[in-house]
């Protein structure tokens, strides 16, 4: 039986509005009202996700964006403050050991968030490949809650609550707002594929939750009727499919290298530091990936499974890492690892939902038409 210890400062809430599962040891809302109508909500209209079971530290300090560049693949030092860059933590041979968002706030401070399931395992990390860098990383997880406001309405919403500036923090951008009357970092990231903020409230913690309360219950009293809903993990999950981004552990392991994950974006091998990794990633870059993530739409009725077998010609080339039915597609959709050679966009392969072959297209990522859904869609904000 697990053992069911944390909850975030969110949690009186959830404990009466949502149903409650465990999650990376949380309990967590896995829905509120649904996760069909909450996926549809983000999509058109906004939603509300409390995402403080995510890891979060500050790390600072004379040498922190030397460190950062060491640590990661990508060129940390490119950013200016005020800017912010999905990246990863990759080990020696170019597996991803986790994921993770980097926030520039200052010349020498930045804070770095990562997966709610490796929190131990990434602050153990840091600190072990921080030797001989001048630098502090302070593990604010359980002291700084953060939420996240996700959809094509998430922008005018914040508006109304915000003392000015929630315009000026672009996409992948971050500064200061005061949200509700409380002062907050937010940024302009998220893991929807939609536009919107994710907001960072100081001295929040389960013991003293009274700001992430009242934050909360603003966000809902005013996006209500605009549509807004609170969202849990479910719809989490679903959006993130859609938009053709990565879960840890499913997608993104340590025997899973960035260009493998079709992230490579990632990888900034003209930055002219050395970084950990390095080695292997060049080496990898030069003679190519023998497997690839793809995404496959199914061409018939049936829902694809993490762990069920892909195939080709009757044989099987890989499995499943995620899938879903996608509520705005209308159809199953699913993630997973093939050779090289079977991943060619518009392929026809099949998946074996319990026995049964269902033929799928291999796709481009995100599953949705960007003119229509995610940040990219053409809108006009009011």
Excluded at 301 to 328: A, L, N, Q
Excluded at 344 to 351: A, E
Aim: net charge neutral; charged share 25%; aromatic share 8%.
């Amino acid at each position: 039986m697990v053992d069911l210890t944390l909850e975030t400062p969110l949690f009186r809430y959830h404990s009466v509005h949502s149903q409650v599962i465990e999650f990376a040891g949380f309990k967590m809302p896995l829905w509120f009202e649904g996760i069909v109508p909450e996926v549809l909500a983000v999509r058109n209209a906004s939603g509300l996700f409390d995402v403080s079971h995510m890891g979060r530290a500050f790390v600072r300090g004379r040498d922190a964006e030397r460190y950062l560049d060491y640590l990661t693949p990508s060129a940390t030092s490119r950013l200016n403050p005020g800017e912010a860059h999905y990246t990863v933590m990759c080990n020696e041979r170019g597996g991803v050991v986790d994921d993770m968002v980097i926030l520039r706030l200052d010349a020498d401070r930045f804070l770095v968030v990562f997966n709610a399931a490796n929190r131990e395992k990434d602050l153990k990390w840091m600190n072990r490949h921080s030797k001989g860098f001048n630098v502090e990383i302070e593990n604010v997880s359980d002291s700084v809650a953060m939420i996240a406001v996700q959809g094509p309405k998430a922008r005018s919403i914040l508006r109304e609550l915000s003392d000015g500036g929630v315009d000026d923090i672009g996409r992948f951008r971050c500064g200061l707002l005061k949200i509700a009357g409380e002062p907050c970092i937010a940024s302009g990231t998220g893991y929807t594929g939609e536009d919107g903020l994710e907001i960072f409230i100081p001295e929040s913690s389960v013991q003293k939750p009274d700001k992430a309360l009242g934050i909360w219950g603003s966000i809902l009293a005013h996006g209500g009727p605009h549509g807004l809903k609170p969202c849990g993990l479910g719809a989490r999950d679903v959006l993130r499919i859609e938009a053709g981004m990565c879960l840890y552990s499913q997608e993104l392991t340590e025997e899973i290298t960035p260009y493998e994950a079709r992230i490579g974006f990632v990888v900034k091998l003209d930055k002219g530091v050395d970084f950990i990794g390095r080695n292997a990633l060049e080496k990898q870059k030069s003679e190519g990936v023998e497997k690839v993530r793809i995404g496959l739409k199914m061409m018939e009725r049936g829902v694809p499974r993490r762990g069920y077998p892909i195939k080709s010609d009757g044989k099987v080339i890989g499995e499943v890492t995620s899938g879903t039915f996608s509520p705005t597609l209308e159809a199953g959709i699913c993630m997973g690892y093939v050779p090289n050679e079977h991943s060619k966009r518009g392929s026809i392969l099949q998946v074996d939902i319990r026995g049964r072959t269902v033929n799928a297209e291999v796709v481009g990522f995100p599953f949705y038409d960007t003119s229509r859904y995610g940040w990219m869609r053409v809108q006009t904000r009011p």
